[in-house]
């Protein structure tokens, strides 16, 4: 199921990348998303092409109850964005990729992180959640692509936090 957000950061697109290459990041995230655990690895630097892997473990009380029945009381999501070197105005164009641990759903897409004036940036996201699930796959695509959007729209709140503490 096809899946589009554009996200308004309060960071500039140079800032966003070095907060994406943050290994504190992840925590913050932590934090907002009410997560158990995370971690982070970062290969590369912001300065160039760079990937970031987060793994969360994420309780599922939110989650639609048809996901909750495949995954129990938490989920071990990993998210790995790669990024390519900045362009000239600091945008720049990657992939992205969310993984439930353990379970056979996936979303993977396009991003798109571009200068938006005074200090901000807009992240765009456009990828296709897959769930192999006989005879249910479309309708838990259909449950948990709201879910997935919320997920992704609170990556604003954690860049404000981010750039509050001055990182």
Known sequence: MHLTETLHLPVSAPDAARMYADPGYAQLRRRELEAQDADS???????GPFTATTTLRMP?????????RFVGQSVQV??????GAPEADGSRR???RFEVIGAPA???GRTRLVPAGDGASRLEVDGD??????LIGRKIEQTAVPYIGQVLRREERSAAAW????S
């Open 78 to 83: 990993r998210e790995t964005q790669e990024w």
């Open 41 to 47: 690895h970062i290969d590369g630097s912001p300065e």
């Open 94 to 96: 990657g992939t992205i």
């Open 129 to 134: 959640l897959v769930a192999k699930v006989p």
């Open 163 to 166: 750039a509050a503490q001055g």
């Open 106 to 108: 996936t979303m993977t």
């Open 60 to 68: 599922t009380e939110q989650v639609p109850d048809i996901v909750r």
